[in-house]
Each structure stands twice: as structure tokens, then as C-alpha cells.
T-cell receptor, first 114, second 116 residues
């Protein structure tokens, strides 16, 4: 149980275009989902906390107009990278909270902007 | 399907104790294993292990990978209350053979509580 599916697994897009990444909790309802960006030294940076039915809470330094987060249902959160640039190329991971201590992570999305 | 199993799920120890956290995996085309510590927000990277039998150390924390047994352990000696956290194990493998992407599979984590 407690599976989080993240799609796509990897995407290549042209500079200036937008890319949407989906994060779905398959067998549980997730009122809260988290979006992370992984940096080359393997550290994960929390970008934003997504709450179902309300606006996402962004971490300091993360541009909310660039990284649009929508959490329209209890099982789906999306991250849209708008007007992507090469510096946005990274590995993006979501996780979902089941309401107790644990977090379930998606398998990540490798974004390459050319 | 790739799988990472951590044990125990939860552990309560007294300050000064030594703990060993376990991570076992079934992953196609294993590349590396990562350990993270999660306290509040984003997990903090601890170790990356790629070679079997080579211990990595950082202060009171150490970790080793056993590719034969498909497992890794994370040791914490002389535990302190500040070590209380969820410890996550993640395994990296290519999503598809030859593809330019990799997949990160996380375990459920071990919740460590250190009491004074």
C-alpha cells in the first residue's frame, strides 16, 4: 500500500515552453503533498507544500509564478514549470503525507531543458 | 517492481545508546544507495554508497553497503536527542536500461526517537 506515482519519469523540452509533472497517491488520500528538487550533491530542497483545495506554500527563494502547483483533489498534485530555462533542468520529486509520521515518495522526474 | 524495505519502522532508545537501522532492496540495475535524515521539511543527505564493503563515516554516523545481501545498515553511536528523526533509505537505478533518466525508490523510513 501507500504508493505515489509520478509522471512523466523524464522529459526533454525546449527553452521557453512549460512542463507539467503529476504526482498521484494511488491507494490513499493525501491532503498534503510536497515538491522537492534534487541537486547534484544528492540533497533535496523542499520547493513547496501543496494542500488540497488551497494555495501552495512556497519556500523562500522559490518563484511561485515559475513553479505553479495545483492540488485539485486528494490524490493529485501537479507542478508546472512555466517558461522553462536550462537552469531549471533538474530532478523533481514529490512526496505525500498520509497523516501520520511517514512520507511516501514518488520516483521522480528528470527534466532537461534544451 | 523496485522495492526498498526499512526496518525497524520505529525505534525508541535512550541517549548514549548505539542503534543500527536496516535497509534492504530489490532493484533492477542498482546504481547507488542513499541515506537521508528527515526532521522537518526536506530530507538531509547523509551518505551515498555505491561500493560494497566500504564504510562511510561522518561523526557518530556510519553506513555500509552489502551488495551480496542487497542491504545496507546505518549505525549511530552515542545517540543524542538531536538524532531523533525519520531516517530514509533510497536506492537509485536507471528507469530504463540505456535511458537518460534514473529512478529513486524510497523506503518508508525508520522513525528514531532518542529520549534523555
Amino acid at each position: 500500500g501507500a504508493v505515489v506515482s509520478q509522471h512523466p519519469s523524464w522529459v526533454i523540452c525546449k527553452s521557453g515552453t512549460s512542463v507539467k509533472i503529476e504526482c498521484r497517491s494511488l491507494d490513499f488520500q493525501a491532503t498534503t503533498m510536497f515538491w522537492y528538487r534534487q541537486f547534484p550533491k544528492k540533497s533535496l530542497m523542499l520547493m513547496a507544500t501543496s494542500n488540497e483545495g488551497s494555495k501552495a506554500t512556497y519556500e523562500q527563494g522559490v518563484e511561485k509564478d515559475k513553479f505553479l502547483i495545483n492540488h485539485a483533489s486528494l490524490t493529485l498534485s501537479t507542478l508546472t514549470v512555466t517558461s522553462a530555462h536550462p537552469e531549471d533542468s533538474s530532478f523533481y520529486i514529490c512526496s505525500a503525507s498520509q497523516g501520520y509520521y511517514g512520507y511516501t515518495f514518488g520516483s521522480g522526474t528528470r527534466l532537461t531543458v534544451v | 517492481e523496485d522495492k526498498v524495505v526499512q526496518s525497524p519502522l520505529s525505534l525508541v532508545v535512550h541517549e548514549g545508546d548505539t542503534v543500527t537501522l536496516n535497509c534492504s532492496y530489490e532493484v533492477t540495475n542498482f546504481r547507488s544507495l542513499l541515506w537521508y535524515k528527515q526532521e522537518k521539511k526536506a530530507p538531509t543527505f547523509l551518505f551515498m554508497l555505491t561500493s560494497s564493503g566500504i564504510e562511510k563515516k561522518s561523526g557518530r554516523l556510519s553506513s555500509i553497503l552489502d551488495k551480496k545481501e542487497l542491504s545496507s545498515i546505518l549505525n549511530i553511536t552515542a545517540t543524542q536527542t538531536g538524532d531523533s528523526a525519520i531516517y530514509l533509505c533510497a536506492v537509485v537505478g536507471p528507469r530504463y536500461s540505456g535511458a537518460g533518466s534514473y529512478q529513486l525508490t524510497f523506503g518508508k523510513g525508520t522513525k528514531l526517537s532518542v529520549i534523555p
